[in-house]
């Protein structure tokens, strides 16, 4: 088992920035992935970033230029921070694992955190 604890969410004004953290504790040699979705009230949970451990990244093109995730494979902590921000980013932030990026790119984490709350004022 892999346990996900996030945090830094919070409320911030458009075009201002967050930083939100993921630690993972467990079986963290299965972490090969970790990344980040979304779920806006009344929507899908939805990709935002990934991150594998070979530096490889992936990002929604609604976030690219924007968001920038990172890791530190010594901590088993992965980052998101977000840049410009958006009343559209307002949502539950979840963390995840996975085996590859193409797998957690579309949903298939092995595991889920609990959940950030982003709420982005305009």
């Known amino acids: 088992q892999v346990q996900l604890v996030e945090s830094g969410g919070g409320l911030v004004q458009a075009g201002g920035s967050l930083r939100l953290s993921c630690a993972a504790s467990g079986r963290t040699f299965s972490t090969n992935v970790m990344g980040w979705f979304r779920q806006a009230p009344g929507k899908e949970r939805e990709f935002v970033a990934a991150a594998a451990l070979s530096g490889s990244t992936n990002y929604a093109d609604s976030v690219k230029g924007r968001f920038t995730i990172s890791r530190d494979n010594a901590k088993n902590t992965v980052y998101l921070q977000m840049n410009s921000l958006k009343p559209e980013d307002t949502g539950t932030y979840y963390c995840?694992?996975?085996?590859?990026?193409?797998?957690?790119?579309?949903?298939?984490?092995?595991?889920w955190g609990q959940g950030t709350q982003v709420t982005v004022s305009s």
């Open positions: 995840a694992t996975g085996s590859t990026i193409l797998r957690l790119t579309t949903g298939r984490a092995a595991y």
